[in-house]
């Protein structure tokens, strides 16, 4: 596609409930990271993807958060039994290819609310 | 390991102003350096960023950001700001074939009229 899509571009999920985002990466980049961003945050590194692989999960907060990616592409991010704590943007973000300086761009992330 | 600060969480300055906006950044190795800015209720988007060669990097909409190794710093600065400049700013940096880019906490600009 055009850009990094994400969805859903608002959730809102009780306590407790287990909650998907989803990422499409800009076709062609072999890199995928997400990125969280709570109320008056910076960027809070989660997680990225090299092809399929993740050789870093060190920046996922807790063992309720997990990702996968599948075909070099589509990635989902699943937090299990959501805390209000939860509540943050997730950004999603690409690139051509790790390292080297290549730019990576963003999605306009899933907006997460846990009442 | 690598880290990034910005100085000041909020800029605040008069429309046609000079926009200063600090950033200084720790790494054991030449860094790549980036600038972001994030519109409300936006994704990030890239400004410019600096990865080898002339130090003085221009980027989108009058934005240009200096690489000073002696100082650790990668400021950006734009002579005079525009009412659409307001947004939040983010400082980046990374390193060649490191895959995580670490961002500043982000500086909101306000612009007065």
């Known amino acids: 596609g055009a850009g990094v899509s994400q969805s859903p571009s608002n959730k809102v999920t009780e306590k407790g409930k287990d909650v998907e985002l989803r990422c499409d990466p800009i076709?062609?980049?072999?890199?995928l990271y997400w990125y969280r961003q709570s109320l008056g945050q910076g960027l809070e590194f989660l997680i990225y993807f090299q092809g399929n692989s993740a050789p870093d999960k060190s920046g996922l907060p807790s063992d309720r958060f997990s990702a996968e990616r599948t075909g070099g592409s589509v990635s989902t991010l699943t937090i299990q039994r959501t805390q209000q704590e939860d509540s943050a943007v997730y950004l999603c973000a690409s690139s051509f290819d790790f390292g080297s300086g290549n730019t990576i761009y963003f999605g306009e992330g899933s907006w997460l609310t846990v009442v | 390991a690598q880290s990034v600060t910005q100085l000041g969480s909020h800029v605040s300055v008069s429309e046609g102003a000079l926009v200063l906006l600090r950033c200084n950044y720790s790494?054991?190795?030449?860094?790549?350096l980036f600038w972001y800015v994030q519109y409300p209720n936006q994704g990030l988007q890239l400004l410019l960023k600096y990865t080898t060669g002339a130090t003085l990097v221009k980027g989108i909409n009058g934005f240009e950001a200096e690489f000073k190794k002696s100082e650790t710093s990668f400021h950006l600065t734009k002579p005079s700001a525009h009412m659409s400049d307001a947004a939040e700013y983010f400082c980046?940096?990374?390193?060649?074939?490191?895959?995580?880019?670490?961002f500043g906490s982000g500086t909101k600009l306000n612009v007065k009229p």
């Open positions: 980046a940096v990374s390193q060649y074939n490191f895959n995580k880019f670490y």
């Open positions: 076709s062609g980049h072999t890199a």
């Open positions: 790494s054991s190795v030449p860094p790549y």
